[in-house]
């Protein structure tokens, strides 16, 4: 069984607690890496700070990132990401509250690989979440994270 690293850009607690208990799978192993801002999520990506070890901040096989987030907001980090050689192969979900289409055009000009709307409702967000990591880690084959 692969292991995964799933790296989690959220700073809302409720919206990580969901996030977890949709990932939880018993046929998957998967490790959940939380930042909570822009900033933080640039030093575990680049493994500075209290990531400069490479067992606390090791690469994540698939991004999720909110566009709201306090410091270096999502659009900012989305750009960083998909302009540095080393981390363009990464995907990138983002998953935010945004409907608004300049945000959805924006991080698919940025390289954005997918672009989900969190629903409102718990059991569809759960839902949602499910069907997204059935996506990458059961459909999609991933660059490999060495």
């Given at each position: 069984m692969n292991k995964w690293h799933v790296m989690l850009?959220?700073?809302s607690d409720e919206d990580v607690t969901a996030m977890m208990r949709g990932v939880r799978r018993e046929d998957l192993e998967i490790t959940i890496h939380r930042c909570a801002t822009g900033d933080q999520a640039l030093d575990y990506l680049y493994q500075r700070g209290r990531y400069a070890e490479a067992d606390q901040s090791p690469r994540p096989s698939l991004i999720?990132?909110?566009?709201?987030?306090?410091?270096?907001d999502g659009r900012a980090l989305l750009a960083v990401i998909k302009d540095d050689e080393d981390l363009k192969s990464i995907p990138v979900?983002?998953?935010t509250t945004s409907n608004?289409?300049?945000d959805i055009a924006t991080c698919y000009r940025r390289g954005a690989n997918s672009y989900q709307i969190k629903p409102v409702d718990y059991a569809r967000f759960k839902q949602s979440?499910?069907?997204m990591i059935a996506y990458w880690f059961q459909i999609a084959t991933l660059p490999d994270t060495n």
């Open positions: 850009i959220e700073d999720l990132l909110d566009l709201n987030l306090p410091g270096t979900v983002v998953m608004n289409p300049k979440i499910q069907i």
